[in-house]
């Protein structure tokens, strides 16, 4: 691969790993009430359950060795998060709206909720910043072949909202999906279904970090809480923000 192609892969994955979480929170917001009644609920049921099923086969070891087969081993998080952005996309689409809804606010409480709202999505926006937002995308290693670099090793790291909570991001999106000036059964049906999901989902992916960052990962889980943040940010003692990951793979 070539450099012009290289950037224009990384460019590519990047929008679509961000452009259908955009979507997800405009219809969030904007989750229209429809007329879909029990049908359409047991349809939008059957649509996420699909998205789920493939999300989580693909983060497991035979899922991983597939993608793996397709596009070699440095090409498995691209196509991963090319799966993840496209099928999500695809739920948003053919999600089918519900008639009526469960809440719904006026005046001042309306405009309040929206600015909460809009607080946790830029605090999502934030949280990102404080990772290796390339390494996750799988783009990291990439790019510093084609400048002719080494790839470096896995760091650990503890910035911003990760010294506080494990899992910053997964907390501000539940309470995005439940923060609604207008909880039509719509979003309704997403938001529960988001949130078990999610809870599911972590702690498999808790399984995961645990495997792939050994002991590094096993002290993180002692002193930072999962879901409840705790008010000062843990720092281990003489480290540092980052801990060298690479002694516990």
């Known amino acids: 691969m070539n450099g012009a192609a290289g950037y224009l892969l990384v460019f590519s994955t990047r929008l679509v790993a961000d452009l259908p979480l955009l979507a997800m929170f405009l219809f969030l917001h904007f989750c ?10 047991v349809f939008n049921l059957a649509l996420f359950l699909l998205f789920a099923l493939s999300h989580s086969l693909l983060t497991r070891e035979p899922g991983q060795r597939l993608l793996a087969r397709l596009v070699g081993e440095e090409g498995t998080r691209a196509l991963f998060i090319w799966i993840s952005g496209i099928s999500l996309t ?3 689409l053919f999600w089918r709206p519900l008639s009526g809804a469960l809440w719904s606010t006026a005046g001042p409480p309306y405009w309040a909720l929206v600015i909460i709202y809009a607080a946790l999505v830029a605090g999502m926006i934030y949280t990102g910043s404080q990772v290796d937002y390339l390494a996750f995308l799988g783009m990291r290693d990439l790019l510093r072949r084609l400048r002719g670099k080494p790839a470096r090793p896995a760091v650990f790291q503890l910035r911003g909202p990760y010294a506080h909570v494990r899992h910053p991001l997964y907390l501000l999106l539940l309470l995005a999906m439940w923060t609604a000036p ?11 279904l988001g949130t078990l999901y999610m809870m599911l989902g972590t702690f498999h992916e808790e399984r995961n970090l645990r495997r792939e960052l ?4 096993a002290i993180y889980q002692a002193n930072v809480p999962m ?4 008010l000062r940010p843990w720092r281990p003692a003489g480290s540092g923000e980052a801990l060298d990951s690479a002694g516990g793979r």
């Open 214 to 217: 050994g002991e590094v990962y």
């Open 90 to 92: 695809l739920v948003l």
């Open 32 to 41: 229209p009430e429809g007329q879909g009644r029990e049908g359409a609920a």
């Open 182 to 192: 207008v909880m039509t059964y719509t979003r309704l049906e997403f938001s529960v």
């Open 227 to 230: 879901w409840i943040p705790r």
